[in-house]
């Protein structure tokens, strides 16, 4: 076994501080020192910005640091589904994806693999990838590690989950979460500033910011935005998600074991609007799991035939 990273050996890549040695054991986030992949495609379920016409080139890592019980990618995040593939693999997958056609490279749930995905970026950009990295997070992040990520990553796609952290314990199982979320948010933004875009319209640096809406306020969403405009100002690209359901333990929570209502959304777009966000994203309301890429236990992740099939493509 080759130890290249010693920050596995006593692992502090996330903000969950473990400690364990990750070529022995695992840790909160269940991943060890290999980088595991359950599904890779060309995803147009993303922000216009992302995926264009041709799709996000998206890759979804098996595993997660938070432990949402709410988790719309519950069988990768939380019971690991995926395969198993080493860094040069993966640049693989990243170079057929863009020539696919892909806009981007889209990391999602990544933050456990920080110091592969670091080698596997410089693997990639090596051999010809030229596209955009986006490093699509939930935001529960060490300064250091995202430090190691300065001049690779081009494009931040974090959420900011809670505004509160009795939910964040709650139904994250992360006490500390607002206040290491919003940090951050800082060094992203400290790193690539606000969105930007081509003449195309399509994301090519900077960072937006991700909000789902959670049914009966849980998710303290007024106090998000308010957060938010405090720190960052009203030309932050900000997405307001609609889409939650009951999804992975949900149902074992009465208060999260409904759809969110219309007008719990409408209230949420009112006082972004109020507050003068200028690069808002919104959703057409909806509360269902048609957006949910079809996880397999053990899957072959990438399929150059089907590739143009993979995902749903929606309306808005």
């Known amino acids: 076994m080759n130890l290249q990273y010693p920050q596995l050996i006593n692992c502090q890549v996330c903000p969950q501080n473990c400690r364990v040695n990750r070529y022995e054991t695992t840790g909160f986030c269940k991943a060890d020192y290999r980088l595991k992949i359950n599904l890779a495609q060309l995803h147009h379920g993303e922000e216009p910005v992302f995926s264009g016409i041709n799709g996000s080139g998206t890759i979804f890592f098996s595993y997660c640091n938070l432990r949402c019980v709410f988790c719309q990618n519950y069988p ?17 997958i990243m170079l057929k994806l863009q020539e696919a056609g892909a806009h981007n490279i889209n990391f999602v749930s990544p933050t456990q693999y920080t110091p592969q995905l670091v080698q596997t970026i410089k693997i990639a950009r090596e051999n010809g990838l030229s596209i955009p990295i986006l490093w699509n997070s939930n935001a529960y992040e060490n300064v250091s590690t995202l430090q190691s990520l300065a001049g690779l990553v081009d494009i931040y796609l974090p959420d900011f989950k809670y505004a509160h952290s009795f939910y964040s314990k709650k139904y994250s199982s992360a006490t500390d979460y607002p206040e290491i979320a919003i940090i951050a948010l800082e060094e992203m933004f400290r790193q690539v500033g606000h969105l930007q875009l081509d003449s195309e319209g399509i994301a090519q640096k900077g960072i937006l910011v991700r909000h789902l809406v959670l049914p009966n306020h849980l998710s303290s969403t007024k106090q998000v935005l308010y957060i ?12 307001l998600m609609a889409q ?23 209230e949420a777009v009112e006082t972004a609007e109020a507050l003068g966000f200028k690069n808002l994203y919104l959703q057409k309301f909806y509360s269902s799991p048609e957006w949910t890429p079809d996880f397999q236990p053990h899957n072959e992740v990438f399929d150059e035939k089907k590739l143009h099939f993979h995902g749903k493509k929606r309306n808005d």
């Open 76 to 92: 990768i995040s939380h019971l690991g589904w995926g395969t198993y593939y080493d860094e040069e693999e993966c640049a693989q």
């Open 244 to 266: 939650y359901y009951p999804a992975g333990r949900a149902n074992e929570f009465p208060e999260l074991n409904r759809s969110l209502k219309r007008e719990e959304y409408e």
């Open 228 to 239: 938010l405009y405090e720190h960052f100002g009203p030309e932050l690209a900000l997405s």
